[in-house]
């Protein structure tokens, strides 16, 4: 589950952060949380944060199942799916650079009540809950950096209700690519097949087919064999549902607000 995968897309992603003059794999500490940690306490923790790379569609949390591990995205993108009884199954929330998944339970219940699964590769970095809760006592500014990305989730959430109710698929379909790519790839290039965003968007392949198919007409994007390249940034922002801009407010809010620790 969790190895080094030849990828091209992980190569080419590599690639452009060694071009781009970032230290090491180019991706080193991207990830939103571990950026907002005292760089004197990270470094005592330095031994228990461990890089690894995931291949799409690994398990990282199963329903009533203890947490064990705390993982950083800084390239992969995981999603938290939401399943009925039958065995259907939505991604509810997608984490990338800018969250973590286990920051929570690893405080709270230290169970899962949800699967959590790599839903585009990439690289992350784990920690032990164990190592994690100490890291989260030490740091005030990951305290306060959690708390952030609490609040954003529940607020993507509430958006979310709405947005899956009332906007047509081409306009969900649109936000979704945009916010996959700004939480996991440096470039435009995303690794997820139709069936990757079928489940995301909680609809039929066929529909997504037809958007696809849409989009590309219009030159906003190019699908090629298990990739979507974005080729008109600025056009598929515009073909985005409203949710989009409503949630880029919401985050520009959220992020730039002085958001002190409670404990100050
Ligand atoms: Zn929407």
């Known amino acids: 589950m969790l190895r080094e995968v030849a990828s091209p897309h992980l190569e080419r992603r590599r690639s452009l952060a060694r071009e781009q003059g970032l230290p090491k794999m180019g991706l080193e500490h991207r990830n939103r949380l571990l950026r907002a940690v005292e760089e004197d306490i990270l470094a005592k923790f330095d031994s228990r944060l461990l890089p690894v790379e995931l291949r799409k569609g690994a398990s990282l949390q199963n329903l009533s199942e203890p947490v064990e591990w705390v993982y950083f995205p800084d390239g992969a993108l995981f999603a938290i799916m939401s ?29 899962s009540y949800q699967r959590a699964i790599v839903h585009v590769s990439g690289r992350a970095w784990r920690m032990r809950a164990g190592a994690y809760r100490e890291l989260y006592d030490r740091s005030s500014n990951l305290r306060t950096a959690v708390h952030k990305h609490v609040e954003l989730l529940l607020a993507e959430s509430r958006q979310f209700v709405a947005c899956n109710a009332i906007h047509p698929v081409e306009g969900r379909l649109s936000r979704s690519l945009l916010e996959s790519l700004d939480k996991s790839a440096p470039e435009t290039i995303l690794p997820i097949t139709q069936e990757g965003l079928a489940q995301m968007l909680g609809v039929q392949r066929t ?8 989009l590309q007409k219009q030159g906003l994007l190019r699908n090629s064999r298990g990739a979507i390249e974005v080729i008109d940034r600025a056009g598929l922002e515009k073909a985005a549902c409203s949710c989009r801009a409503t949630l880029e407010y919401i985050r520009q809010e959220i992020y730039q607000s002085r958001g002190e620790s409670c404990d100050a």
């Open 83 to 111: 399943e009925t009884l039958a065995g259907e199954s939505v991604a509810a929330s997608l984490i990338g650079y800018d969250g973590a998944l286990g920051v929570f339970e690893a405080c709270g219940s230290r169970i």
């Open 207 to 214: 529909t997504v087919a037809v958007c696809v198919s849409a």
